[in-house]
């Protein structure tokens, strides 16, 4: 039961991932091909760093997830990368990466800054890169919970079972896994 909802939570990771990876594109096409009428940093093109860091994080998350998610489903047994301890690691630099992003997208976005291209983004909705921009900061907020859960899920599971050096897909029979040095199947 557990193996399914974490499947289903790295799904959900990775729709997620892709929208913010897609808003991110979006928002880096915009800001690097502005025209010079547009009113937007008085037509001069420029990118968000912050933005950057969000792409890159959703086509990390993308990849973790369908890596992990594979494993879990197909029970894939390898040394070191497919074990607990792996994916809290993993899970973890993802939960770094994501609370950073959103945490410096939410304050480059709200309360005004006049260092920031955002603005406040409460008072623009009627304009789509405003839109977009606001989607973006949504959907990092919520990738970022989901990679928390997980990672409570994953640490829990782990700690309850005692089980961090074990396969992460944990449904194992010491008896019937390859896992470790030696296969286990002739051990009493």
């Known amino acids: 039961m557990i193996h399914g909802f974490r499947v289903f939570l790295y799904i959900l990771l990775f729709i997620f991932s892709a929208v913010v990876m897609s808003l991110c594109a979006v928002r880096l096409h915009y800001t690097l091909n502005l025209s010079p009428f547009d009113p937007l940093n ?13 792409l890159v994080t959703g086509i990390f998350s993308m990849f973790w997830s369908c890596l992990i998610g594979r494993t879990i489903h197909k029970r894939i047994e390898r040394r070191f990368i ?3 301890t792996a994916e809290i690691i993993g899970l973890f630099i993802l939960f770094l990466l994501w609370i950073v992003g959103a945490a410096i997208a939410t304050r480059t976005g709200n309360p005004p800054d006049p260092d920031t291209h955002w603005g406040n983004l409460s008072s623009c909705w009627v304009y789509s890169s405003c839109r977009v921009l606001t989607a973006m900061l949504a959907f990092a907020w919520v990738s970022w919970v989901v990679v928390l859960a997980l990672l409570v899920t994953s640490f829990l599971f782990a700690s309850a079972n005692k089980a961090f050096r074990d396969p992460l897909h944990g449904r194992w029979d010491r008896r019937a896994t390859h896992y470790g040095s030696t296969p286990m199947r002739n051990l009493p």
Request: proline share 6%; net charge negative; no cysteine.
């Open 82 to 84: 497919n074990t607990f």
């Open 42 to 54: 008085y037509g001069v093109s420029f990118y968000d760093p912050i933005v950057v860091e969000l």
